[in-house]
């Protein structure tokens, strides 16, 4: 945000800070004033409500009987505007008796806020882990969209906040919630399929859009590009920079797919083999980048092999190299993106829409599900506001832990490494480093811009 433009609430907020070495705000440790019993309504706060946020927002929350919707932000002004406007319409239109919902620029108004029990992030990448751990201090239950982050010292800081603050935490990974990955990965973990040896994972590696060419032009009164840049390095502003394509493309905001979409899949590894990924592994690949001459520069194309000390070998690459060299020939349905998890006793293989087995009994149960016309099981990801909820107030535990969530978002990132630096990797996340490796170590670091630090 223009630092000049700061209204006062903002101020307020700040100035109720300390301010530590170099700049760095440190947030005061904040317990809600709103302790909700098992039957009480939770209020949520949007912050992000751009195509992903609203979708979210829509499907997954806005039918629930144990949650209101009561805050938007974001850094376009007609978009956090018309999300609030439309979920007080909606609220109104059903009869249901709600608070009024309220659109904010600033998300330090939101977490000053003592009624709100919990925050949706889904923003841009780089903004995911600092809004975290600024809403966890405030007290803020937190559903996080994926993929983590960019800085793996963050992560470890938001992991002591969590602790420290006795808040919950849901990973926006919504296949958890599907009731054919939910059997799958429960006749793999009950030893089905045997011992599992090795794992491959695929997802789409980018959207057929051309790297456009950025000319600066005036940022417009209504779009706040220092707030929506944050704790990224400012660059010039063209309206191409601040796109969906454009924040997952570029190094400044993200690694690529190969953690927005990576996350899914190698989520279900983890899911299901959380025990015997925990120690050493090696990473070593090889990727292809975009075109040079434009805004994007994250690897597009990969394909990574990953050894753990456990024994399980991973091979993750994108769904274009799937294609290529015909990956999914074992599959019936071929689905752009999956996890095949290879046991002792024959495989099974895991996607948003499809489960298959080469064990006829077990695949008879894992397609035992709702389909569409397109043989495609129907999917259940909208519960997942439900399931955050019921994770708030207590009525079950975690599905979607921070813990498993900072070992699948390491896998993309020592994919991204080892292609980046075109050497093999030893990462050890005992030490939360690459082995001998500092060169290595400085692409899972990222310096935080004044005054967005956390």
Known sequence: MNKMNNNLSRRNF??????????TIIVPTIVSSCTKGANDRILI????????GQSTMKNYFMHLDTSFSVATCDAFKQRRNATAEYITAQYREKGVKAPECKSYLHFEEILERDDIDAVHISTPDHWHVPLAIKAVRAGKHIYLEKPLGLSYPNYKILEKEVKANDVRFHYGTQQRTMRHLQLGIDMIKDGN????ERVEAWAPGYNPV?????????????????????????NPYCPERVTNNSSWFQWDYSIGFLAGWGAHPLDVMVWALKDKLIGKYTCEGTGKYW???????????????????????LHFFDADFAAEN???????????????????????????????SDIPEIDKKLNDFPKNDHGAIRSEGNTMGKYFVDIVTNKIPEICPLDEAIIS??????????????????????????????????????????????
């Open 291 to 313: 075109k040079p001459g434009g805004m994007y520069n994250n690897i597009r194309a990969w394909d990574v092999h990953y050894e753990y000390d456990s024994g399980i070998r």
């Open 45 to 52: 706060a949007h912050i992000g409500v751009g195509s992903r």
């Open 210 to 234: 051309e790297s456009p060419v950025c000319t600066e032009v005036p940022v417009p009164d209504y779009f706040d590009y220092d707030l929506w840049t944050g704790p990224a390095s400012l």
């Open 193 to 196: 399929i045997g011992e599992i």
């Open 326 to 356: 015909d990956l999914l020939r074992d599959r019936k349905f071929k689905e752009g993106n999956g996890t095949t998890f290879y046991g002792s006793k024959g495989w099974i293989s895991l996607g948003r829409s499809t489960a298959q």
């Open 409 to 454: 978002d390491c896998i993309s990132h020592m994919g991204n490494i080892s292609i980046r630096t075109g050497r093999k990797i030893i990462w050890d996340p005992v030490k939360g480093e690459v082995v001998g490796d500092p060169e290595a170590n400085n692409w899972f670091i990222r310096d935080m811009r004044l005054p967005y630090t956390i």
């Open 14 to 23: 700040l100035k109720n800070t300390s301010v530590g070495l170099a700049g």
